[in-house]
Protein backbone atom coordinates (compact mmCIF):
# COMPACT_ATOMS: atom_id res chain seq x y z
CA UNK A 1 0.00 0.00 0.00
CA UNK A 2 0.88 3.50 -1.15
CA UNK A 3 2.07 5.83 1.53
CA UNK A 4 2.09 8.93 0.43
CA UNK A 5 4.07 12.26 2.18
CA UNK A 6 1.41 14.57 3.59
CA UNK A 7 2.11 17.85 3.45
CA UNK A 8 -0.17 20.83 5.52
CA UNK A 9 -0.06 24.15 3.62
CA UNK A 10 -2.08 27.24 5.05
CA UNK A 11 -5.93 27.50 3.62
CA UNK A 12 -6.30 31.43 3.95
CA UNK A 13 -5.09 34.24 4.35
CA UNK A 14 -1.52 36.57 3.15
CA UNK A 15 0.67 33.39 4.61
CA UNK A 16 -1.05 31.57 2.21
CA UNK A 17 -0.88 33.40 -0.76
CA UNK A 18 2.57 34.09 0.36
CA UNK A 19 3.43 29.87 0.24
CA UNK A 20 1.78 29.74 -3.08
CA UNK A 21 3.81 32.09 -4.56
CA UNK A 22 7.07 30.81 -2.86
CA UNK A 23 5.80 27.18 -4.39
CA UNK A 24 5.32 28.52 -7.61
CA UNK A 25 8.81 30.20 -7.56
CA UNK A 26 9.89 27.16 -6.78
CA UNK A 27 8.18 24.90 -9.90
CA UNK A 28 5.75 23.17 -7.52
CA UNK A 29 2.17 25.05 -8.93
CA UNK A 30 -0.20 23.90 -6.19
CA UNK A 31 -3.56 22.19 -7.59
CA UNK A 32 -6.58 22.33 -5.55
CA UNK A 33 -9.04 19.50 -5.52
CA UNK A 34 -12.51 20.55 -5.44
CA UNK A 35 -12.10 24.56 -6.53
CA UNK A 36 -10.60 26.94 -4.49
CA UNK A 37 -12.56 26.37 -1.46
CA UNK A 38 -11.25 22.61 -1.24
CA UNK A 39 -9.25 21.36 1.35
CA UNK A 40 -7.30 19.10 -0.46
CA UNK A 41 -4.51 19.30 -3.07
CA UNK A 42 -1.51 18.25 -4.83
CA UNK A 43 2.32 19.83 -6.34
CA UNK A 44 2.52 19.56 -9.67
CA UNK A 45 6.22 17.92 -10.39
CA UNK A 46 5.94 16.18 -6.75
CA UNK A 47 4.47 12.90 -7.48
CA UNK A 48 3.87 10.67 -4.09
CA UNK A 49 2.48 13.59 -1.91
CA UNK A 50 -0.74 14.86 -0.71
CA UNK A 51 -1.37 18.21 0.36
CA UNK A 52 -3.73 19.11 3.20
CA UNK A 53 -5.01 22.86 3.43
CA UNK A 54 -5.95 24.02 6.82
CA UNK A 55 -5.03 27.14 9.05
CA UNK A 56 -1.87 28.09 10.95
CA UNK A 57 -2.79 26.58 13.96
CA UNK A 58 -3.83 23.62 13.00
CA UNK A 59 -0.62 22.67 11.20
CA UNK A 60 1.57 23.21 14.11
CA UNK A 61 -0.55 20.98 16.19
CA UNK A 62 -0.39 18.34 13.19
CA UNK A 63 3.25 18.64 13.13
CA UNK A 64 3.12 18.56 17.04
CA UNK A 65 1.14 15.02 16.68
CA UNK A 66 2.97 13.41 13.78
CA UNK A 67 -0.70 13.49 11.68
CA UNK A 68 1.61 15.32 8.86
CA UNK A 69 5.06 14.76 7.30
CA UNK A 70 6.10 18.37 6.53
CA UNK A 71 4.07 21.73 7.26
CA UNK A 72 4.45 25.72 6.95
CA UNK A 73 3.28 27.45 9.20
CA UNK A 74 4.70 30.13 11.63
CA UNK A 75 7.53 29.44 13.56
CA UNK A 76 5.72 31.47 16.62
CA UNK A 77 2.56 28.74 16.61
CA UNK A 78 5.20 25.99 16.85
CA UNK A 79 7.37 27.23 19.71
CA UNK A 80 3.74 27.72 21.58
CA UNK A 81 3.73 23.68 21.26
CA UNK A 82 6.47 23.48 24.03
CA UNK A 83 10.06 24.67 24.77
CA UNK A 84 10.51 20.81 24.02
CA UNK A 85 9.42 21.44 20.61
CA UNK A 86 12.87 20.58 18.75
CA UNK A 87 12.46 16.86 19.91
CA UNK A 88 8.75 16.60 18.01
CA UNK A 89 9.69 18.47 15.23
CA UNK A 90 12.48 19.83 13.16
CA UNK A 91 12.30 23.32 11.32
CA UNK A 92 13.88 22.88 7.90
CA UNK A 93 13.96 26.02 6.37
CA UNK A 94 13.36 29.47 7.70
CA UNK A 95 10.98 31.19 4.41
CA UNK A 96 11.87 34.97 4.67
CA UNK A 97 7.99 35.67 4.73
CA UNK A 98 5.46 35.87 7.54
CA UNK A 99 7.71 37.83 9.61
CA UNK A 100 6.69 39.26 13.34
CA UNK A 101 8.16 39.73 16.52
CA UNK A 102 6.71 38.37 19.38
CA UNK A 103 7.47 41.09 22.38
CA UNK A 104 6.27 42.06 25.74
CA UNK A 105 4.45 45.49 25.97
CA UNK A 106 3.84 47.81 28.90
CA UNK A 107 1.16 50.60 29.07
CA UNK A 108 3.55 53.74 27.84
CA UNK A 109 2.31 55.89 30.62
CA UNK A 110 4.82 53.42 32.70
CA UNK A 111 7.59 55.79 32.32
CA UNK A 112 9.66 53.94 35.12
CA UNK A 113 9.28 50.54 33.08
CA UNK A 114 11.54 49.74 30.24
CA UNK A 115 13.25 46.78 31.10
CA UNK A 116 12.44 42.83 32.39
CA UNK A 117 14.04 43.85 35.46
CA UNK A 118 11.83 46.99 36.22
CA UNK A 119 9.03 44.91 35.25
CA UNK A 120 9.55 42.76 38.28
CA UNK A 121 9.92 45.70 40.81
CA UNK A 122 6.83 46.81 39.17
CA UNK A 123 4.92 43.08 39.13
CA UNK A 124 6.04 43.01 43.01
CA UNK A 125 4.91 46.40 43.91
CA UNK A 126 1.98 45.76 42.66
CA UNK A 127 0.88 42.58 44.32
CA UNK A 128 1.93 44.14 47.49
CA UNK A 129 -0.38 47.27 47.06
CA UNK A 130 -3.13 46.11 45.28
CA UNK A 131 -2.87 41.97 46.68
CA UNK A 132 -3.51 40.61 43.13
CA UNK A 133 -1.08 39.90 40.60
CA UNK A 134 -0.58 41.56 37.59
CA UNK A 135 -2.13 40.30 34.73
CA UNK A 136 -1.25 39.35 31.09
CA UNK A 137 -3.14 39.35 28.05
CA UNK A 138 -1.56 36.71 25.49
CA UNK A 139 -2.40 34.33 22.86
CA UNK A 140 0.99 32.56 23.89
CA UNK A 141 0.78 31.24 27.37
CA UNK A 142 3.79 29.09 26.82
CA UNK A 143 5.98 30.98 25.48
CA UNK A 144 5.71 34.11 28.30
CA UNK A 145 5.53 31.82 31.12
CA UNK A 146 9.40 30.60 30.11
CA UNK A 147 10.38 34.15 28.97
CA UNK A 148 9.18 35.41 32.14
CA UNK A 149 10.71 33.11 34.03
CA UNK A 150 14.06 33.25 32.37
CA UNK A 151 13.75 36.84 33.71
CA UNK A 152 12.78 36.27 37.32
CA UNK A 153 9.24 38.03 36.98
CA UNK A 154 6.84 35.97 38.97
CA UNK A 155 4.08 37.86 40.41
CA UNK A 156 1.77 37.59 37.25
CA UNK A 157 -0.77 35.63 36.01
CA UNK A 158 -1.61 35.25 32.08
CA UNK A 159 -5.21 36.34 30.58
CA UNK A 160 -5.95 33.85 27.64
CA UNK A 161 -6.35 36.84 25.30
CA UNK A 162 -9.29 35.40 22.54
CA UNK A 163 -9.97 38.82 20.54
CA UNK A 164 -7.51 42.09 20.19
CA UNK A 165 -4.71 41.44 22.63
CA UNK A 166 -3.49 44.50 22.28
CA UNK A 167 -6.66 46.48 23.30
CA UNK A 168 -6.75 44.56 27.02
CA UNK A 169 -4.64 46.95 28.76
CA UNK A 170 -7.01 50.09 27.61
CA UNK A 171 -10.49 47.83 28.45
CA UNK A 172 -9.10 47.22 31.60
CA UNK A 173 -8.79 43.76 31.31
CA UNK A 174 -4.76 43.26 31.61
CA UNK A 175 -1.89 45.65 32.84
CA UNK A 176 0.61 43.99 29.91
CA UNK A 177 0.65 41.92 26.98
CA UNK A 178 2.69 39.51 25.00
CA UNK A 179 1.86 39.39 21.20
CA UNK A 180 2.92 39.45 17.72
CA UNK A 181 3.68 42.48 15.95
CA UNK A 182 5.22 43.60 12.71
CA UNK A 183 6.27 47.30 12.71
CA UNK A 184 5.10 48.17 15.99
CA UNK A 185 2.11 50.76 15.00
CA UNK A 186 -0.86 48.87 16.32
CA UNK A 187 0.37 48.37 19.72
CA UNK A 188 1.69 51.95 19.83
CA UNK A 189 -1.97 53.12 18.51
CA UNK A 190 -3.08 51.81 21.89
CA UNK A 191 -0.46 53.39 24.09
CA UNK A 192 1.66 50.54 24.25
CA UNK A 193 5.62 50.23 24.37
CA UNK A 194 7.57 47.17 23.56
CA UNK A 195 10.21 46.46 26.19
CA UNK A 196 14.10 47.16 25.45
CA UNK A 197 15.30 43.58 26.14
CA UNK A 198 10.82 41.89 25.55
CA UNK A 199 11.81 40.45 22.27
CA UNK A 200 11.12 37.03 22.84
CA UNK A 201 10.88 35.84 19.93
CA UNK A 202 11.31 36.50 15.80
CA UNK A 203 9.17 34.59 13.81
CA UNK A 204 8.66 33.77 10.38
CA UNK A 205 7.02 30.72 8.13
CA UNK A 206 9.31 27.56 8.73
CA UNK A 207 9.21 24.69 6.68
CA UNK A 208 8.45 22.01 9.37
CA UNK A 209 8.51 18.32 9.36
CA UNK A 210 7.12 15.91 12.05
CA UNK A 211 9.70 13.73 14.24
CA UNK A 212 6.38 11.53 15.49
CA UNK A 213 5.08 11.03 11.61
CA UNK A 214 5.36 7.47 10.58
CA UNK A 215 8.12 8.17 7.64
CA UNK A 216 8.61 5.23 5.22
CA UNK A 217 10.67 4.81 2.47
CA UNK A 218 7.92 6.34 -0.03
CA UNK A 219 7.58 9.39 1.99
CA UNK A 220 11.09 10.15 2.74
CA UNK A 221 11.67 10.06 -1.15
CA UNK A 222 9.36 13.01 -1.83
CA UNK A 223 10.54 14.38 0.65
CA UNK A 224 14.14 14.01 -0.52
CA UNK A 225 12.41 15.73 -3.99
CA UNK A 226 10.98 18.24 -2.33
CA UNK A 227 14.00 19.76 0.20
CA UNK A 228 16.33 19.24 -3.09
CA UNK A 229 13.99 21.41 -5.32
CA UNK A 230 13.34 23.77 -2.52
CA UNK A 231 17.16 24.07 -2.12
CA UNK A 232 18.42 24.33 -5.27
CA UNK A 233 15.86 26.96 -5.73
CA UNK A 234 16.99 29.01 -3.04
CA UNK A 235 21.03 28.22 -3.34
CA UNK A 236 19.95 29.31 -7.13
CA UNK A 237 18.86 32.84 -6.06
CA UNK A 238 21.88 33.76 -4.21
CA UNK A 239 24.23 32.44 -7.53
CA UNK A 240 24.96 33.63 -10.82
CA UNK A 241 27.13 32.07 -13.14
CA UNK A 242 30.25 33.46 -15.30
CA UNK A 243 30.56 32.23 -18.86
CA UNK A 244 33.47 32.99 -21.14
CA UNK A 245 35.43 31.99 -24.31
CA UNK A 246 37.86 29.37 -22.41
CA UNK A 247 41.12 29.18 -24.30
CA UNK A 248 42.61 26.29 -21.26
CA UNK A 249 45.77 27.87 -20.95
CA UNK A 250 48.03 28.32 -18.01
CA UNK A 251 46.82 31.85 -17.06
CA UNK A 252 43.28 31.04 -17.39
CA UNK A 253 43.64 28.43 -15.49
CA UNK A 254 45.79 30.50 -12.74
CA UNK A 255 42.89 33.23 -12.36
CA UNK A 256 40.15 30.05 -12.03
CA UNK A 257 42.50 28.95 -9.48
CA UNK A 258 42.12 32.03 -7.41
CA UNK A 259 38.88 32.70 -7.85
CA UNK A 260 37.78 29.20 -6.81
CA UNK A 261 39.99 29.81 -3.13
CA UNK A 262 37.80 32.72 -2.90
CA UNK A 263 34.81 30.53 -2.84
CA UNK A 264 33.71 30.42 -6.66
CA UNK A 265 32.79 26.92 -7.86
CA UNK A 266 34.16 26.10 -11.30
CA UNK A 267 31.75 24.51 -13.80
CA UNK A 268 32.53 22.92 -17.21
CA UNK A 269 31.58 25.92 -19.02
CA UNK A 270 32.49 28.61 -16.10
CA UNK A 271 32.52 29.17 -12.75
CA UNK A 272 29.18 29.98 -10.54
CA UNK A 273 29.47 32.97 -8.20
CA UNK A 274 28.15 34.88 -5.17
CA UNK A 275 25.64 36.60 -7.00
CA UNK A 276 27.27 39.78 -4.52
CA UNK A 277 30.82 38.77 -6.14
CA UNK A 278 29.62 38.75 -9.27
CA UNK A 279 31.48 42.29 -10.65
CA UNK A 280 34.88 41.33 -8.87
CA UNK A 281 34.81 37.96 -10.62
CA UNK A 282 33.82 39.18 -13.80
CA UNK A 283 37.00 42.08 -13.49
CA UNK A 284 39.16 39.71 -12.28
CA UNK A 285 38.42 37.18 -15.45
CA UNK A 286 38.41 40.78 -18.13
CA UNK A 287 41.77 41.92 -16.85
CA UNK A 288 44.06 38.47 -17.17
CA UNK A 289 42.23 39.25 -20.67
CA UNK A 290 39.33 36.37 -20.70
CA UNK A 291 36.37 37.56 -22.69
CA UNK A 292 33.84 39.00 -23.53
CA UNK A 293 32.35 37.55 -19.79
CA UNK A 294 28.68 37.02 -19.82
CA UNK A 295 26.89 36.83 -16.35
CA UNK A 296 23.93 34.71 -16.08
CA UNK A 297 20.84 33.77 -13.16
CA UNK A 298 20.54 29.87 -12.81
CA UNK A 299 16.76 28.51 -12.10
CA UNK A 300 18.10 25.83 -9.95
CA UNK A 301 21.51 24.87 -8.12
CA UNK A 302 21.67 21.14 -7.30
CA UNK A 303 24.53 20.25 -5.19
CA UNK A 304 25.07 16.75 -4.22
CA UNK A 305 24.00 16.86 -0.56
CA UNK A 306 21.35 18.43 0.97
CA UNK A 307 21.53 19.12 4.55
CA UNK A 308 17.81 19.81 5.46
CA UNK A 309 17.33 16.37 3.77
CA UNK A 310 20.41 14.61 5.61
CA UNK A 311 19.14 16.12 9.02
CA UNK A 312 15.46 15.05 8.88
CA UNK A 313 16.88 11.20 7.60
CA UNK A 314 18.96 11.25 10.50
CA UNK A 315 16.47 12.36 12.96
CA UNK A 316 13.94 9.77 11.52
CA UNK A 317 15.73 6.20 10.55
Known sequence: MSRPLIIALPSKGRLKEQVEAWLSDCGLELQT?????????????????????????????????GEVHIGVTGEDLLRERGEDLDSRVLLLRGLGFGRADLVVAAPRSWLDVETMADLE???????????RRMRVATKYPAQTRAF??????????????????EGAPAAGAAELVVDITTTGSTLAANGLKTLA???ILKSQAQLAASLRAPWRAESLAAAEQ????????????????????????????????????????????GLLVDSARVSEAA????????????AARP??????????FEALKARVC
Open 33 to 65: VGGARGYLASLSGLAGAQVRLVSAGEIAEALDA
Open 121 to 131: EVAHDHLARTG
Open 148 to 165: FARHGVADYRIVESGGAT
Open 197 to 199: DGL
Open 226 to 269: LLRTVEARAAARTRATLIWPQSGGAAEKRIVAKLAAAGAAPRPN
Open 283 to 294: RALTEAGLGPVT
Open 299 to 308: DFVFEVGCPP
